[in-house]
C-alpha cells in the first residue's frame, strides 16, 4: 500500500541534543511538507520541499534543518536550538494540481518530548 | 500574513444532533480545504472548494465556501459517534503559492451516544 512513513513514533530528548525525525513516502508525490502540531493549535509549517534538492522554509523554520537527497525521503532535523521542540510532528506529501491548492496526504506522526 | 480563525473551539453534542464549524480568514482565499484528525490519529483530507459559493455534499456532510471566498462551514447532520475527531479548516491566500495552507486551530467534536 502506498503511504507516508514516520519513524520514530514516539522520542524523548534531553535538552541540547539534536534529534532527526525519519519521513519516507512511495506515493511518487514530488512535494513534501514538515508541519509542527501544539495542543489545542492548528498546524504550522516548518519546511517544505517541492523537488529533490531544494526546500523552502516555512513560518517557524527557525531551530530546524532539513535535506531532499531523493525524491522518497525528507528528514528533519530538531536542533538544540530549537527552544520549545516539544510537540507533535507530522509529515506530508503532495501532488501538484493545476486549481487549488495541493492536497496533503499525511504521515501517523511523530511525538518528540524533551526532558 | 494570512490568518484564519475557526470557531467554535470544542463542540459537544448528542448523538443525533447536527454541528456546524466556521472557518475565517483575513484575507481572500483561492480555495480551502477540510481535513479531519480522529482523536491519537493525523489528518486526513476530506475536501477542497474552489468557487465562489460552492457547496459540496459528503453524505451527512455540507461544505460551503462563502461568496467572498473569505469564509467556510462545515454541518453535519445527524452526529455520529464516528464523527469524533478535531476538523480542520485550511486555506491557500489567493495569489499565493500551491504549497502553503494556512490552518485553522480546528474544532474538536466530541459525540455523546
Known amino acids: 500500500d502506498g503511504g507516508i512513513t514516520q519513524s520514530p513514533k514516539y522520542l524523548f530528548r534531553k535538552e541540547g541534543q539534536n534529534v532527526t525525525l525519519s519521513c519516507e513516502q512511495n506515493?511518487?508525490?514530488?512535494?513534501m511538507y514538515w508541519y509542527r502540531q501544539d495542543p489545542g493549535q492548528g498546524l504550522r509549517l516548518i519546511y517544505y520541499?517541492?523537488?529533490?534538492?531544494?526546500?523552502q522554509k516555512g513560518d517557524i523554520a527557525e531551530g530546524y534543518s532539513v535535506s531532499r537527497e531523493k525524491k522518497e525521503s525528507f528528514p528533519l532535523t530538531v536542533t538544540s536550538a530549537q527552544k520549545n521542540p516539544t510537540a507533535f510532528y507530522l509529515c506530508?506529501?503532495?501532488?501538484?494540481?493545476?486549481?487549488?491548492?495541493?492536497?496533503?496526504?499525511f504521515g501517523a506522526g511523530s511525538r518528540l518530548t524533551v526532558l | 500574513g494570512q490568518q484564519v480563525m475557526q470557531i467554535p473551539q470544542y463542540q459537544h453534542v448528542q448523538e443525533g444532533e447536527d454541528f456546524t464549524t466556521y472557518c475565517n480568514s483575513s484575507?481572500?482565499?483561492?480555495?480551502i480545504q477540510w481535513y479531519k484528525q480522529r482523536p491519537g490519529g493525523h489528518p486526513v483530507f476530506l475536501i477542497q472548494l474552489v468557487k465562489s459559493g460552492e457547496v459540496k455534499k459528503q453524505k451527512r456532510l455540507t461544505f460551503q465556501f462563502g461568496e467572498a471566498k473569505k469564509n467556510s462551514s462545515l454541518h453535519i447532520t445527524a452526529t455520529q459517534t464516528t464523527d469524533v475527531g478535531t476538523y480542520f479548516c485550511a486555506g491557500r491566500e489567493s495569489g499565493g503559492s500551491n504549497y502553503k495552507l494556512t490552518f485553522g486551530k480546528g474544532t474538536l467534536l466530541t459525540v455523546n451516544p
Open positions: 520541499s517541492q523537488i529533490v534538492n531544494d526546500f
Open positions: 506515493l511518487n508525490h514530488d512535494a
Open positions: 484575507t481572500t482565499l483561492s480555495n
Open positions: 506530508a506529501s503532495s501532488i501538484w494540481r493545476l486549481t487549488g491548492a495541493n492536497v496533503l496526504t
